[in-house]
């Protein structure tokens, strides 16, 4: 298991200088694929993004660093495609005392960016016109100093006793937040009137309040005897709660008029700490769990306190787990030991595993399907890197030594990275959560210690359905 936050370092980056101060003197060798953990920096070498590789990337903070957060549903679009963005999120802090910590509520506006093609479009007899287009579009897309433009960020903050371990938005009503502290309690909340305050708010300049709201939750329950990490809200079923500690203990909440019964008889079967919960997307009854006894269980709340069906699935700690919601059959598993695996839930009682992935080599510490494509998901580790894969993909010398003409040049891929591998982001410390936005295809949000950022891989390429409602 990896879990908290210990330090607020960040990253620095540094431009290369010869020993006059002066920029390089000589040509950059030709670019290559970097492969984090294998590949290793000469001295006075360093690393730098490459901004086509994204339609959009921005980085931004709400102070103390956030163990866990979500993205909240909102009412600007069901499918959005055109820049600028805006998003709503909820967070958590992990201060370095527990009087300091909040809940931190905030909206992003104005994240700029644009669409590239993954090849230039070059006719045979204008190349010039191209490259004039080209920085014509660079030219719209940065200010002045050659950055693109940062986003405005407006947050209100929340009083929270201690430090926020997860916290997750009910999908049908994303105003109410349910809240896992390392007090031991779960609380569940209505924020209805900050998110009110924000969407009313102008965007125009940023605003960070400096203080705190103070507000009572709408439940606070105390049943767990001992802190957790593991909540999730049902997709299926209005209201209804899962919520598991670290004693092994899992809790069903019940909603009823406007509050919620919480079962003081626990779900019981794993041996050791339950790590993360995921409701079934298509059946009420039924929700999935992971733990740190290596074991993915799958209970049914109809037939007793214990798992209908339970599997060993992996040598180490199962530290995340997420339920495709486009192809309900599918969960993906991300362990201590840093593989992940996708499973078909109809093999349950056999070989279910049907995709097993060694690439990472510290603990995965989210995963997540994509809401918009079924074969997609995303991955964040220990080794500060957020990856994204289509299962889809299978190896094509054919159409690679194809791509390699079009672009003319050599791309210096190395032959044993996965084909399913689409993306690779780097430049955060110490990851701990990513999420998809649901209305924002191909946008995803992720937190670490030095804070947050909001990524889209231009290569990332969605199938939206025919008469998509865009906004």
Known sequence: MVRSIKNR??????????????????????????????????????????????????????????????????????????????????????????????????????????????????SADNESDMDDDSSSDEDEENEGDGGPRPPILQLRKITHNGCVN??????????????????????????????????????????????????????????????????????????????????SCIHLWEPTSGTWNVDANPFKGHTASVEDLQWSPTEADVFASCSVDGNIAIWDTRVGKAPAISVKAHNADVNVISWNRLASCMIASGSDDGTFSIRDLRLIKGDSRVAHFEYHKHPITSIEWSPHEASTLAV????????????????????????????????????????????VHQGQKDLKEL??????????????????????????????????NTA
């Open 380 to 423: 964040s580790s220990s080794d500060n890197q957020s990856t994204i894969w289509d299962l889809s993909l299978e190896r094509d010398e054919e159409e690679e030594a194809e791509f390699k003409a079009k672009v003319k040049e050599n791309v210096n891929a190395p032959d044993d990275l996965p084909p399913q591998l689409l993306f």
């Open 166 to 247: 997860r916290i997750r938005s009910m999908n049908q009503q994303p105003h109410i937040c349910a809240s896992w502290a390392d007090t031991g309690h779960v609380q569940v909340w209505d924020f209805t009137s900050h998110l009110n305050a924000l969407a009313e708010s102008k965007p125009e300049v940023s605003t960070e309040s400096t203080t705190a709201f103070s507000q009572a939750p709408l439940l606070k329950f105390g049943g767990h005897k001992d802190e957790g990490y593991a909540i999730d809200w049902s997709p299926v079923s209005l209201g209804r709660l899962v919520s598991g500690d670290c004693k």
């Open 435 to 468: 999420h998809w936005h649901p209305q924002i295809p191909g946008m995803l949000v992720s937190t670490a210690v030095d804070g947050f950022n909001v990524l889209m891989p231009s290569n990332l390429e969605t199938t939206l359905p025919p008469d998509t």
């Open 9 to 122: 370092k960040k990253i620095k980056r540094k431009n290369k200088v010869n020993k006059n101060g002066e920029g390089p003197s000589v040509p950059s060798a030709p670019a290559k694929v970097w492969q984090p953990g294998v590949d290793k920096l000469e001295e006075g070498e360093e690393l730098e993004c490459d901004p086509s590789a994204y339609n959009s990337l921005h980085a931004f903070h709400v102070g103390w660093p956030c163990l866990s957060f979500d993205i909240l549903r909102d009412s600007l679009g069901l499918i959005r495609t055109e820049f600028p963005h805006s998003i709503y999120c909820v967070a958590g802090t992990q201060a370095e005392k527990a009087a300091w910590n909040s809940i931190e509520i905030f909206k992003l506006t104005e994240i700029s960016g644009k669409r590239r093609d993954l090849l230039p479009k070059v």
